[in-house]
């Protein structure tokens, strides 16, 4: 059974940065694509990016330029750097695992870690 | 962005009963639809992909159709542990997208 945790989540100030990872077990790490979705609490969920198998990367237009998604195979890990921040980028950050039933369907999510950017 | 619009926004059932689900998409997404279901301080659970098929473990009770724009989750007989918020997502055009959920609540 694999097992998805993140960490690196807190309190940061407006214009702050953040850096997010999520270890991975139980999983042939280098043999998925990894996301990060978020949920503001209360709301929907916002895909905020996504690394292919051959390190190949998206971000939607709200998080493009900010925010840069990366993966260390040999560590089973993927992080998120989250730099300039916003209010609206307040939310609940799950890791995500994608490509066992095809690219783009989450079949794995970690428990999630709140990020609060607030002065 | 391919908006998926979900109605209703809450439905009330009663256990034992059918629930029927609808997401719309602002444009075809073929069948490269999924369906989440996310309890309270959960994180999501995927149920249904490709429209139709029945991820690993989800009991058949949990049905999926359509194609194109329009999409239709059906739950045949409710039991307690299924009310939950339901999400749509769809996986044709980058940035994938959600739905905003229906909230299937006990009637």
């Known amino acids: 059974e694999g097992q998805l945790v993140e960490s690196g989540g807190g309190l940061v100030q407006p214009g702050g940065s953040l850096r997010l990872s999520c270890a991975a077990s139980?999983?042939?790490?280098?043999?998925?694509?990894w996301h990060w979705v978020r949920q503001v609490t209360g709301k929907g969920l916002e895909w905020v990016s996504a690394?292919?198998?051959?390190?190949?990367?998206y971000y939607p237009d709200s998080v493009k330029g900010r925010f840069t998604i990366s993966r260390e195979n040999a560590k089973n890990s993927l992080y998120l750097q989250m730099n300039s921040l916003r209010g609206e980028d307040t939310a609940v950050y799950y890791c995500?695992?994608?490509?066992?039933?095809?690219?783009?369907?989450?079949?794995?999510w970690g428990q999630g870690t709140l990020v609060t950017v607030s002065s | 962005e391919i908006v998926m619009t979900q109605s209703p926004a809450t439905l009330s059932v009663s256990p034992g009963e059918r629930a029927t689900l609808s997401c719309r998409a602002s444009q075809s997404v073929s069948s490269n639809l999924a369906w989440y279901q996310q309890k309270p301080g959960q994180a999501p659970r995927l149920l249904i992909y490709?429209?139709?098929t029945r991820a690993t473990g989800i009991p058949a009770r949990f049905s999926g159709s359509g194609s194109g724009t329009e999409f239709t989750l059906t739950i045949s007989s409710l039991q307690s542990e299924d009310f939950a918020v339901y999400y749509c997502q769809q996986y044709t055009y980058w940035p994938y997208t959600f739905g905003q959920g229906t909230k299937l609540e006990i009637k």
């Open positions: 690394i292919g198998t051959a390190a190949d990367t």
């Open positions: 995500a695992r994608a490509g066992y039933y095809g690219s783009g369907i989450v079949d794995y």
């Open positions: 139980g999983f042939t790490f280098s043999s998925y694509d």
């Open positions: 490709g429209a139709s």
